[in-house]
Nanobody, 124 residues
Framework: QVQLVESGGGLVQPGGSLRLSCAAS????????MAWYRQAPGKERELVAG????????????VKARFAISRFTASRDNAKKMVYLQMTSLKPEDTAVYYC?????????????WGQGTQVTVSS
């Protein structure tokens, strides 16, 4: 049994920051890529940020600011089986349920696991 649990969501004003965390637990042999997705009301779930096992990251264009610098930063702690999403300069359009995703090996089986989601609301 593998479980991903997100935390850190909440209500924040435009321009503010939040840090999301995701903890993986259970019978996990290894974790490959991890990612953060989000789903806003009435919209499809979209990939926000991905991070490989060696820390390489990629971000969706909508979270990039001037000069293509991302407002969001994904990071991970492999020893703790954690992935994080630091979000800055938040905008109302960032409002969504944010989901953690992991590609991992459990009991000799490769699988993709999802968390239950954490709500992020950006509003004044």
């Amino acid at each position: 049994q593998v479980q991903l649990v997100e935390s850190g969501g909440g209500l924040v004003q435009p321009g503010g920051s939040l840090r999301l965390s995701c903890a993986a637990s259970g019978s996990i042999f290894s974790i490959n890529a991890m990612a953060w997705y989000r789903q806003a009301p009435g919209k499809e779930r979209e990939l926000v940020a991905g991070i490989t096992s060696d820390g390489r990251t990629n971000y969706v264009d909508s979270v990039k600011a001037r000069f293509a610098i991302s407002r969001f930063t994904a990071s991970r702690d492999n020893a703790k089986k954690m992935v994080y999403l630091q979000m800055t300069s938040l905008k109302p359009e960032d409002t969504a349920v944010y989901y953690c995703n992991a590609q991992l090996t459990s009991d000799s089986t490769r699988l993709v696991s999802w968390g239950q989601g954490t709500q992020v609301t950006v509003s004044s």
